[in-house]
């Protein structure tokens, strides 16, 4: 019988927080293995809608979130989303009911080996970028965690002599002991999810814990270039593999003029990536070293970084109407990868602002504004902040909506000029989520006469 944080999930009753995609793979991974569950939501179920209709298909009862949500039941499992000082949650390690995440849930299950990519900006443009290597390598790989497919729907995917690619954030990180990376992957840290974590140590050691887990015959992918990313090296008893893009590391990846080099041979040329920007040529030193130690050969590693496609709503060309280029960067939902997108630019910029505040501090962005922006277009919840943050160093625009911030644009927009959505905030304000901003302010693009 398969046991989970010590108890044996056959007719366990097990209690699953926040219906959304990760809470609802855990509801169908814990059915296949004999549990009872109960899947619970701050919403009801009238608010849940076609979640709440898959529910009853399973026969899964459905509960609104109280303080008394896990009586009864023998472990407690979290979607990402779901913080873990609740008060469900406390109650439940107070009456000793193991609380573990969605992740910590997969890892049990899981076949294969894993690559862990995290870090607080280009998790998602690496690890989509290292599953295409893999794939194009002919390295058997599926793609998934923080990217599309929660880790529990993946399991039934998954076969020994596999990889299984994954995006991880610090809300997954968080909660896991058993999960394990066999190579490990910290791109860089920089604040983000305040609001959740508090302040920046705890949001560091929730992403330290992917180092922490590892066996000394794993190995951690490691940016040169980042202080906490080099201190972590300091809590993983595997092999520390280092990227920069500013000195020579041994082992590992870096850039030296136009050259990429891998352990001080070539591998490709810098200008030869697709991508626009020098932080993706970072997240192709992380993607190539990760992808090597999990066997493909640097020759391949280069034939399918020039193939990459990249990633929607990262850095995305929209279209070009009336000599004015626009671009989707929806996934800047901090102020470090606002920071990124605006460095990609030359100049002539049109920059939308805005969303929900994750308690972020915005005066980086004055000086980049300043010297490449025409005007901050500033839309969501966070405007009165941005604008005070910005005031004086670039001409700021109150827009309310991204609807009223394109009207602007197009109307005030010169040829050669670009229209960039690099929001620097979380979409909850006024969007589900990133991807329903970024698909939003495509779906303006087209309308834009030709």
């Not at 810098?270 to 992808?291: C, D, K």
């Not at 700021?396 to 991204?402: H, K, Q």
Request: glycine share 8%.
């Amino acid at each position: 019988m398969m046991q989970v944080a010590g108890v044996e999930l056959r007719n366990a009753n097990v209690a699953v927080f926040g219906m959304a995609l990760s809470g609802m793979a855990a509801v169908r991974l814990l059915l296949e293995q004999g549990a009872r569950v109960t899947a619970i939501d701050r919403k009801s179920a009238a608010e849940l809608g076609r979640t709440s209709e898959e529910l009853a298909r399973l026969h899964v009862p459905c509960q609104v979130q109280t303080e008394d949500s896990v009586r009864y039941h023998q472990l407690a499992v979290i979607s990402p989303g779901v913080p873990v000082d609740a008060a469900p949650l406390v109650e439940a390690r107070r009456l000793g009911v193991p609380v573990i995440g969605e992740l910590e849930l997969a890892s049990y299950f899981l076949k294969g080996r894993t690559i862990a990519i995290t870090g607080s900006n280009g998790k998602t443009t690496t690890t989509a970028l290292t599953g295409h290597i893999l794939q194009a390598c002919g390295i058997p790989a599926q793609v998934g965690g923080n990217i599309g497919t929660p880790p529990a729907a993946m399991v039934s995917a998954s076969r020994p002599g596999q990889w299984n690619v994954l995006e991880l954030s610090s809300f997954q990180l968080e909660t896991i002991s058993h999960f394990r990376a066999d190579v490990g992957v910290a791109l860089n840290l920089t604040p983000d999810h305040l609001d959740r974590h508090g302040n920046i140590e705890s949001y560091a050691a929730a992403k330290g814990r992917l180092f922490r887990t590892q066996r000394e015959q794993d190995f951690a992918v490691l940016n040169a270039d980042d202080a906490t990313c080099v201190s972590y090296a300091a809590l993983t008893p595997g092999r520390p593999i280092w990227f920069s893009l500013t000195q020579p590391v041994t082992p590992g990846v870096w850039l030296e003029s136009d050259r990429i080099l891998f352990d001080g041979e070539p591998l490709m040329r810098a200008s030869e990536i697709p991508l626009r920007g020098r932080h993706n040529v970072e997240n192709v030193l992380a993607a190539a070293a990760a992808a090597r130690l999990a066997g493909a050969t640097c020759p391949s590693i280069a034939a399918a970084v020039r193939s990459f496609p990249g990633v929607e709503h990262r850095l995305e060309f929209c279209g070009k109407r009336g000599g004015v280029e626009y671009f989707n960067d929806s996934k800047a939902t901090n102020v470090d990868a606002a920071l990124k997108a605006i460095d990609a630019f030359p100049g002539r910029l049109w920059v939308i602002l805005g969303g929900k505040d994750k308690e972020s501090d915005y005066s980086p962005l004055r000086r980049p504004l300043s010297e490449k922006a025409h005007a901050a277009l500033l839309v969501g919840a966070a405007s009165s902040k941005i604008a005070a943050a910005l005031q004086g160093a670039v001409p700021l625009v109150p827009c309310g909506t991204i609807e009223a911030a394109m009207a602007h644009a197009v109307a005030h927009a010169c040829p050669g000029d670009t229209v960039l959505l690099a929001p620097a905030c979380a979409s909850f304000d006024q969007f589900e989520n990133f991807e329903h901003r970024g698909r939003f302010f495509k779906g303006l693009v087209e309308r834009i006469a030709l």
